[in-house]
Structure formats: C-alpha cells, structure tokens
C-alpha cells in the first residue's frame, strides 16, 4: 500500500507539471506539449522549439546596449588611435625635414671647431700632386661624430698580414661555383671602405694609399663609385656611396614611394624611382664602346663603370681575372644592390668569367619589388 500510494503521489507531481528536484512546469504549457495539433483554421500552439535551435533573445535590452556601448568605444578607441599615429607621423616627418634642412648647413658651418681636420703631408697619384704639401682637410660628417675613426683603422689594416689575410678571402677561387661564406673581417673592411667614401678625394686617395689600395674614381653631383683595388692581392672593391646622410636629398629619395618599370629590360619587375634615376645603364649589355662625357651629372653610368674596369683597373692587376666585390651604405647600398642585380639579369662578362663574388650593403633600403627580388634571387641560385 505505501508503494501504491507513492506511486500515486508521483504521477500526480507529473501530471500537474512538477518533477522532484527540477523546476516546476507550469501546466498550460506540459499540457500543450502533450496535446496533439489539430489544424481546425484556428490558431493553435506551436510545437517546441529545439534546444539547440533557440533563437537570440533581442528583446534583452541590456545586453543589446553592453553591446552597442562596446562597439562604440572601439570606434573611439580606434579613431584616437588614428589620429594620434597621424599626428606623430607628421610631426616625425616635419622635423626630419626641418632637420635635413638646418642640421646639414649648421654641421657644415661648425664642422671646423668641432672635429679635428686631417693633415695631408703629400699626396700624387700617377706622378702628379693633387695638393699642395702639408695641407689640412675637414672630416665629413660621418667620420666627425667618431674622431679618429680612419686613423684607427689604418693601425690595424698596416699590421703585418692584416690585409694579406682580408685578400686571401677576397681574391679566393670559388670551387664549383660556390657562394662565398660571410666574413666578419672582409665586412669590417667594407665598413671602412664605405666611411672613407663620403671623406674629400683628397683624403679618400691619402688613406687609401696608406692602406695600400689604389683608387679610381667615377663622381656626380649626388653619387660616386670609389674603384679601390689591390694589385698585390688581385681584388677589387668598388664602393658606391649615396646622397651625404645628413643631405636634405637623402630624405627626400626615401620618402617618395614611386616605382617604375625600367627601359630596355635592364632589371625585372619595378624599381624605386629615385634610385633608378641615380643609374645609367647601358642598352647592349657589355657593349664595347668610347667612353663618352656623361651629360647627366647626377647619374653613374653602368657603362663607364664596367670600361674603366677593363680598361683601367684590370691590365694594372697581376692576375688576368681578378675578383670583384661591390659594396655600398644607406642609398649607395642600394645602388649597389641594383648595378650587381643588372650584371646578373644581363649576363655579364663579371657573372660568367667568375669575376664577380658577392656584394656587401650596410643599411641599404629595399631597391625593388617582389618580382625584382624573386627574379633576381633565381638567378643567384642557378648560378652560385
């Protein structure tokens, strides 16, 4: 009797919708659950929905506006964001105008009282004296802000065998068309090369003398290449340097974001605009012709390049195929990066004689887009 009356007790709690330990059921809807849909024309209750098929509540009014004040503040949040990037850039490119624009003169002004000058006792070249005996020249601003930064380094290159072992490195023959490995000396060497570039000719021949280097120059009003070389040790490093780094020009080149396709297919893909305009490449790869005067004073010409090192440097070395290196700092990096890339694209003679062994760039910008640098890169693989 006591479990018959339990039983009882139980589907009575179900049947008015209740259920031991749940939530009461009202009974309206237990009710309407269990009652079959008759489709009469009149309204009737829908069945239940799916717990996993309940649709959002857009009638919470709360969370609807937790949500549009979040969105609003991200907005903000963002906008500031903006904004405050927008005003520090502007302000980061005023003043790097403004410095490039006062900084430069003001260095060139008190340049004399606040670097020590260089005292030349002789210099010739070729049995004819550039200067006069004893005469003094001011550091560029590159070696001023480290005095002693050449001379240090002529106390370390003049130390027996510290060049030999750098030549060793640089004139080595390449077996089985290896790349070259990196080398920390031969790109301190490089560093210094670079440095004594933005320095007078003057002081770019003494230091160069006393490093045991010859020099040939090829100079424009923005650029130059400095053609240093080792007759003893059958290596050449050419040396391009840029606009001066604290020249207003300098700035200027790296803020344009212009790119453009260069004439009569000289590199792939598309270049940056101001250092393309720095070059003059020649139409015919390795054509063989008179060196003519540059008309564009602003420009290295490829051309002139390439016959001063047959005509000039080469027969003075002792070996018939002497190994070439590039290098170049800042924008010259660049330039160099784009002269070494055309001899690649183009097949030149330095690339299929083995002459050419690699190029070291300090600081230098991207010169080129995807396609110049994947095209490029192929080469370089194909033909380590």
Not at 114 to 129: A, H, Y
Not at 139 to 166: N, W
Not at 212 to 236: K, M, P, Q, R, W
Request: aromatic fraction near 10%; charge should be negative.
């Amino acid at each position: 009797k006591a479990a018959d009356a339990t039983t009882t007790t139980t589907r009575h709690q179900h049947a008015n919708g209740f259920i031991p330990g749940h939530t009461p059921i009202p009974v309206a809807h237990a009710a309407a659950a269990e009652a079959p849909i008759v489709d009469d024309g009149e309204d009737q209750l829908l069945p239940p929905l799916m717990e996993d098929a309940v649709p959002p509540d857009w009638t919470d009014w709360m969370r609807l506006r937790a949500f549009l004040w979040l969105s609003i503040l991200r907005l903000v949040d963002s906008t500031f964001s903006l904004v405050i990037n927008g005003a520090v850039l502007t302000v980061a490119i005023w003043v790097g105008f403004a410095g490039y624009l006062f900084i430069g003169p003001l260095m060139q002004l008190f340049r004399p009282w606040l670097s020590r000058p260089i005292k030349i006792k002789e210099l010739s070249e070729n049995g004819s004296t550039l200067t006069q005996p004893s005469r003094m020249f001011y550091r560029s601003a590159m070696s001023a802000a480290v005095p002693g930064f050449h001379e240090e380094y002529t106390d370390v290159i003049c130390k027996p065998g510290a060049l030999q072992s750098i030549g060793v490195y640089l004139s080595r023959r390449i077996e089985d068309r290896k790349r070259p490995p990196f080398s920390t000396d031969a790109a301190r060497f490089f560093v210094h090369l670079n440095a004594l570039s933005y320095e007078n000719r003057e002081i770019v021949f003494s230091f160069a003398r006393d490093w045991g280097l010859g020099v040939e120059a090829i100079e424009t009003d923005y650029c130059a290449a400095n053609i240093f070389y080792s007759i003893e040790h059958s290596f050449v490093v050419v040396a391009v340097r840029g606009v001066g780094t604290l020249d207003l020009s300098e700035f200027i080149m790296g803020a344009i974001l212009q790119k453009s396709k260069p004439s009569e297919d000289v590199l792939p893909g598309y270049i940056h605009e101001p250092f393309l305009n720095l070059l003059s490449f020649p139409t015919e790869p390795d054509s063989i012709v008179e060196i003519a005067v540059n008309e564009n004073k602003n420009t290295i010409d490829v051309n002139e390049l390439l016959q001063t090192l047959r005509e000039v440097v080469f027969p003075r070395m002792r070996s018939h195929a002497p190994a070439v290196w590039f290098t170049g700092h800042g924008a010259g990096g660049s330039l160099a990066s784009l002269i070494v890339s055309h001899f690649i694209y183009t097949n030149s003679s330095l690339i299929t004689s083995s002459a050419l062994r690699g190029c070291y760039t300090f600081g230098a910008p991207k010169c080129g887009d995807t396609e110049f640098a994947t095209t490029i890169a192929k080469l370089c693989n194909a033909a380590q």
